[in-house]
């Protein structure tokens, strides 16, 4: 429910000052001034020579999902197995790695990143966006360890020793989101995100859900603008609030949408989440259009929109996407960030593996900010070798056909279409029908048949709805 925000108001300057304020100026200043303490602080303690950077590798891996992500993520998202190691040599000896998720990430590590990185000092090129996610991670790595140093030394002053995590899934049958949050819960998380969606019951999942955990575990579930508009919304919002558990409902409906936005601010006491940048930050802010944001991307652009969020007041969850290189990179973040008090995002959950010697250890919430060297973690490189593979020419695109029933008999059905949202578009044009009870979809298996095939092929062209 929605509460005052108790993180530390480092950056805070008033309400008038702040709409007044110019945001790209005021964290354009505050990110050059991080960049150029950072770069100096390595520069301090590890020579440049050592941080020069001698050679880059990259493995491609698979990682295998765990059970029940596996038979759900199976339907959409089936490429987010695939994961690309960067391994950074400097000069001193010292090694960084990181991660690309290759086909879900805001920026892929290139070809001409890694030739443009070769030879330069480690330290003045972590701070660029620019290089993708799996390399910048690994400098950060590298330098931190070559400056004996958490990588969180390199990003600001601790603030934090400890930041909250959510546990992460897909949409799922009513049965699987149950499951999942009671495995969260076993395992030291207090809080669940996952997705809302017109094909699955959103009312009996989080009824069930709500029966297998505590009144303080709290369930956040993200619609992506599948709600469609505020009259349609709020009446299920108001359904939903009713479970302790809802804590914090994302993108209900168009983020654009700045007069419905406004409506569900008044209409739910439950947090409001909106992805940082749409609409412009001053817009969301000003008119104040949601209780906070979701932020990511690259190092700088992220600590950029961090301060944004801090001056406003704003709270936020950090959205870095992976296994659990990824999330060991997020915990330094969280240790920096004063307004990164809503549990982070990164997904590496669904995995049967972390590919770390040792598990991210979450306990009432909150995993420990690491005060090792570098990322803290080291990579399981037995682990590596065996899940490596030959790094995909395209996005695999296995064929898929996915059926969502009514109770009234009603069919509808999704072939892939080679492109990743190809059942959320729908959802958000307004083809499928809008949001019921009893609704349930579940991935046809793929039998070989003329049938199967007769229905793939028409379903791909657009959703296929056949009448009870």
């Not at 898929?400 to 080679?418: A, H, P, S, V």
């Amino acid at each position: 429910m929605r509460s005052h925000n108790k993180s530390i108001a480092t950056n805070r300057i008033s309400r008038r000052n702040f709409l007044s304020t110019s945001l790209a100026g005021v964290a354009g200043t505050g990110i050059l001034s991080t960049i150029a303490n950072s770069v100096q602080a390595a520069e301090k303690r590890a020579s440049k020579k050592h941080l020069r950077v001698e050679r880059i590798e990259r493995t491609t891996v698979k990682v295998p999902f765990r059970r029940v992500p596996a038979r759900n993520m199976a339907r959409e998202l089936p490429h987010w197995q695939y994961t690309e190691i960067v391994e950074v040599h400097l000069k001193s000896g010292h090694v960084g790695f990181g991660e690309t998720l290759l086909y879900y990430t805001w920026n892929a590590t290139s070809d001409e990143a890694v030739q443009r990185a070769q030879g330069k000092n480690a330290a003045e090129l972590m701070w660029d966006d620019e290089l993708g996610a799996g390399l910048q991670m690994a400098l950060f790595d590298a330098v931190a360890k070559a400056a004996e140093v958490p990588v969180h030394a390199l990003l600001g002053k601790q603030v934090y020793e400890k930041t909250p995590l959510s546990w992460w899934n897909i949409d799922t049958s009513v049965k699987d989101m149950a499951l999942e949050c009671a495995e969260a819960y076993k395992q030291g998380y207090m809080s669940y995100k996952t997705k809302g969606r017109p094909w699955f019951d959103v009312w009996a999942q989080v009824e069930e859900a709500s029966k297998v955990v505590p009144d303080n575990f709290k369930i956040d579930m993200d619609f992506n603008d599948t709600l469609l508009d505020a009259e349609r919304a709020i009446p299920i919002l108001k359904d939903l609030e009713k479970y302790p558990q809802v804590d914090i409902f994302e993108s209900p409906i168009f983020q654009t949408d700045v007069a419905g936005n406004k409506k569900l601010m008044a209409a739910t006491d439950v947090n409001i989440a909106m992805h940082y940048g749409t609409p412009d930050p001053l817009v969301a802010i000003r008119e104040n259009i949601c209780d906070g944001f979701v932020i990511g991307h690259g190092a700088n652009e992220l600590m950029a929109s961090a301060a944004v969020a801090a001056m406003a007041d704003k709270p936020f969850w950090l959205q870095l996407v992976g296994t659990g290189i990824t999330a060991a990179f997020s915990l330094h973040f969280g240790g920096v960030l004063s307004h990164a008090t809503w549990p982070a995002v990164n997904c590496h959950q669904l995995y049967k593996h972390n590919l770390l010697t040792e598990p991210i250890v979450v306990k009432d919430g909150f995993a420990k900010v690491p005060d090792k060297p570098g990322l803290g973690y080291e990579l399981d490189r037995d682990l590596i070798e065996k899940l490596r593979v030959k790094k995909p020419s395209d996005r695999p695109e296995p064929p898929r056909l996915i059926e969502t029933t009514w109770k009234d008999g009603r069919k509808m059905y999704f072939g892939n279409t080679g492109e990743v949202n190809f059942v959320l578009t729908p959802g958000q044009e307004g083809v499928i029908p809008f949001f019921e009870r009893g609704v349930d979809t579940r991935l046809v298996p793929n039998d070989g048949s003329k049938e199967w095939k007769e229905l793939y092929r028409k379903a791909s062209r657009k959703p296929l709805l056949i009448k009870g």
